[in-house]
């Protein structure tokens, strides 16, 4: 079982940065792959970032390619998104989740844990 606690959520200006957090319980945080995921009002939850569980490979939407940075430190049980030029279209409550893989993916049914969520709100 591993438990996921997100934070760093909040309210930033367009063209600000935020970086969100995900800390994970567990003594074998390294043999999790972890993905971000968000979900604007009235949509559907998508994609963002994913990270294998040595932190070699990482993949992004090609929305935040280039804007969004995924990494994560084993030490600490801690992925997390660093999030700069954010946009108002970011807007979205934001998820991490944990799939017992080595190798990430893009499909949120592939992932067993997630959680809570934060809200980011990115004004114009």
């Known amino acids: 079982q591993v438990q996921l606690v997100e934070s760093g959520g909040g309210l930033v200006q367009a063209g600000g940065p935020l970086r969100l957090s995900c800390a994970a319980s567990?003594?074998?945080?390294?043999?999790?792959?972890m993905g971000w995921f968000r979900q604007a009002p009235g949509k559907a939850r998508e994609f963002v970032s994913t990270?294998?569980?040595?932190?070699?490979?990482?993949y992004y939407a090609d929305s935040v390619k280039g804007r969004f940075t995924i990494s994560r430190d084993n030490a600490k049980n801690t992925v997390y998104l660093q999030m700069n030029s954010l946009k108002p279209e970011d807007t979205a409550v934001y998820y991490c989740?944990?799939?017992?893989?080595?190798?990430?993916?893009?499909?949120?049914?592939?992932?067993?844990?997630w959680g809570q969520g934060t809200q980011v709100t990115v004004s114009s």
């Open positions: 989740a944990a799939r017992s893989f080595l190798t990430g993916s893009v499909y949120a049914g592939e992932y067993a844990y």
């Open positions: 567990g003594r074998t945080f390294i043999s999790y792959a």
């Open positions: 990270i294998s569980g040595s932190g070699s490979t990482t």
